[in-house]
Structures are given as structure tokens and as C-alpha cells.
């Protein structure tokens, strides 16, 4: 495999490659690395290689001529990949790197600075855009050596164990079991007895089983693509924490009405059973249906009783169990001392923008609710009276749709799944 670096800084290079499985690499001869600076190609005196954007905006531009001057230089093997390191590309990822070492002989690594590179030659020379995360760095160098460093590991004889880039974080796209070496107790902390017990089956069905795990729990996107069947994410979900720590409380006053007055709402029957169910599919701890009305929570009551222990249990068991875990509450402090769950994060959600509570996205939700207990908070009506969501300690991003005309107006039972999901379910 040969690299060929096109770039204004080669000697940003130097330290990355000298150690190491990609140095040793090179050493061997069985990896190429080659750079080619833009600013050879430069006629002026000061070597400029951008310049101003048409139109205006910040930041230059780097010029088509020098680009194409830099690639025409470069000796071009038959299966040759030209990629533009553009955070505008799909991200890196294990099995696109495994790709381009076996696909091609050659990858061509163009290191945009500035503003970023003439449109004009990424449409004429370029065969693919690629980042390497999310966010934003001084310019491609840094991307170029991950993909060096990431592709150059499929390629023979790199490793020492060809085995391993097989056996690493993402084969099967699932995490990494957790690792234990000597001593076999560290700070009080024993390492798992199936690890010692020399039972190599049992060994091998600990490590899958904590391979989805750890893949649930860190990294859910990936079991989209990964070969595990529903029974072993099923037993995963029944151990894993993030499902004992978080409530949901359905608020029906003090809420909102279409006119902006507040209002205490009916509970209906849709609302009882619909988001019990969803919160039973999703393993919620508790669903508590919230009002200070003594006749609609005795007629929670008369509902939970009828499908829990009357005629209902013999007419649809399957009913009882999905309201196994809903209870009634007077309030959100009668809610939160049944559940007795101690230090207990409110997290408000609400299609409005309200100015008070902390902003949280659904991934940090996940994350907060691996560490300490959630309690999401839901509104009927017209949503949430506003002071009461400004005594919550977070606010969760509010659910976007993607109408045309901007139309967002969905049922609470509707939001209550969307979000159980986004902060639950393995897709995301």
C-alpha cells in the first residue's frame, strides 16, 4: 500500500510515523509514505497557494491550479483512491478502512487548510470525501495520520498477529469486552471468576455477553449493523443499569390549553394505557400519571384495578403486565418519595423553548442516566405550565419534526415514545 500526502506542513509527519506499528511499517517496506507540498508548485515570491472566496465569507480558499499542479506530479498506480479529508465526508469508520486496504493500491491523502479547497477541483479529481469525526481541527494533517494509521492496520504483515485487526474494538461492529489482567484483585476489585476458571466455552460466552453489553450501553448505533440476535440483546437489556434508573411522571396539572390558559386535564384511558405500554416495551422503572384531582385518580384506580385484578386479567393478561409498573400520584414530591429514588434529576420536555432549566440532548440524557437517576417529566394539553418546567434541573432538546410548513404538534403519547426511544432504544 503507498500513501501519497498532499499537504502545505510534510513535516508535521515526521514525529507521528518514526515509532511505532506504522513506523515499523515503513521500515519494513511494507507501507509507502510519500508527501507532496503544494507550495513547490507556487510562482510568486511568497509561494501563495489560496486566496479570497467569490462572493465573500470568511476564511481563503485553496487554488484549483496548485491542486491539480500537486496530483499531476504524483505517479498514479490502477487502483488509486484520491480522498479529500473534508468534515463535509461520512466519518471513518472500522470497516471503511478495512475497505480501502483491500480495494486499492493506493491512497492519495489531500490535507485541506483555510477555508477549505476549490469546489471545482473536488468535483473534477476527487473520488471521495472523508472525516473523521464531528467537529472541527486545524486542517486535514491530523485526519490524514488516522487514516494512515487506521488503514495500514489491514494490511499484511503490519501487525504482528494478523489476527488482530479482526479481533479488535469493532469486529461484528460490537465494543470490546472488558480486559483483566495481574494482580487478580486491584483497589478491592476481583477480576470475574469465568476468566479463571480455564472453561474456554464459558469464557467465549462471557465475552460476547459483555460485547453487547458494553455495545448497548456505550455505543447502541452500532447494533444496527451488528450480528446479534434479538434473545441476546433482550438478556443484555435485563442487566443493563439504565433502565432501572429512570421514571416518567405524565403531568396533568398544572399544564397548559390551546388559549394559553392553565388548566388541569382529563387522564383518558388512551393515555394510561398507550404510554404503559410504551414505558413497559422500554423497561422504565416507574410510570407514575400525575393530577390532584381525587376523582381522576380514582378512576385511575378503577382502571388499573380492573386490568390488574378483576375480570381483565382473565380477558387480556398481557394487558396486566404492561400496567405492571404504572402508579397514580397527587403531584411530582408524592411521585418522587413513592419512587424513593435518591438524588433524582428532573427533566422536563416540552415542544416549547423555555428559558430556566439547563438544555440536555438526548445522548447526554443517556449518559446522565447511567450515573444517576432521571425523571422525565411529561405534559398533557398544551404542555407544561412554564414555572413548573423552570423548577426542573434540565430541559430535554424538544422533538423536531421535518414538515415543511414547521407543523410539530404531537400527542403526548406519541412524544413519550419518540422519546423513550431516542434515549433508549438501540438505534440510537
Known sequence: MRFD?????????????????????????????????????????????????????????????????????????????????????????????????????????????????????????????????????????????????????????????????????FKENLLEQPLYTRPREFEGKQVPEVLLSGHHQKIKEWQRSQRILRTLNKRPDLLTKAEVTKDEILKASEVLPLRKNIAV??????????????????????????????????????FYIITPAEEQLAFVGRVLAHWQSGRGTQYNPVRKDSLINTKTAPSIEAALEDWGVKGTKLVATSAREVMGPQNIGYPEIREKALKEPIFLVFGTGWGLENTLVRRMDYILDPIRGRAGDGFRHLSVRSAVSITLDRVLGPCY
Open 5 to 169: 500526502v498532499m499537504t502545505i506542513f510534510p513535516k508535521m509527519f515526521e514525529s507521528p510515523f518514526k515509532e511505532g506499528i506504522v513506523g515499523q511499517a515503513i521500515t519494513s517496506n511494507k507501507i509507502e509514505l510519500k508527501f507532496w507540498n503544494l507550495r513547490d508548485h507556487a510562482t510568486d515570491a511568497h509561494k501563495t497557494i489560496d486566496d479570497r472566496p467569490f462572493g465573500g465569507g470568511d476564511g481563503m480558499v485553496m487554488l484549483p491550479e496548485m491542486l491539480k499542479l500537486t496530483l499531476d506530479k504524483i505517479q498514479s498506480d490502477k487502483r488509486r483512491r484520491v480522498i479529500y479529508l473534508s468534515p463535509q465526508g461520512p466519518v471513518l469508520t472500522q470497516e471503511k478502512a478495512k475497505r480501502l486496504a483491500i480495494d486499492y493500491d493506493q491512497v492519495v491523502l489531500i490535507c485541506g487548510r483555510y477555508g477549505g479547497i476549490d469546489e471545482r477541483f473536488i468535483e473534477n479529481y476527487v473520488d471521495e470525501e472523508l472525516s473523521i469525526g464531528d467537529y472541527v481541527i486545524s486542517g486535514g494533517e491530523l485526519a490524514a495520520m488516522v487514516v494512515i494509521d487506521a488503514v495500514a492496520r489491514f494490511m499484511p504483515g503490519v501487525l504482528g498477529n494478523d489476527l488482530s485487526p479482526v479481533e479488535e474494538t
Open 249 to 286: 411522571g405524565l403531568i396533568h396539572y398544572p399544564v397548559y390549553n390551546k388559549t394559553g390558559e392553565v388548566v388541569a386535564t382529563n387522564v383518558t384511558n388512551l393515555d394510561i394505557h398507550d404510554i404503559a405500554r410504551a414505558c413497559r416495551t422500554y423497561g422504565i422503572d416507574q
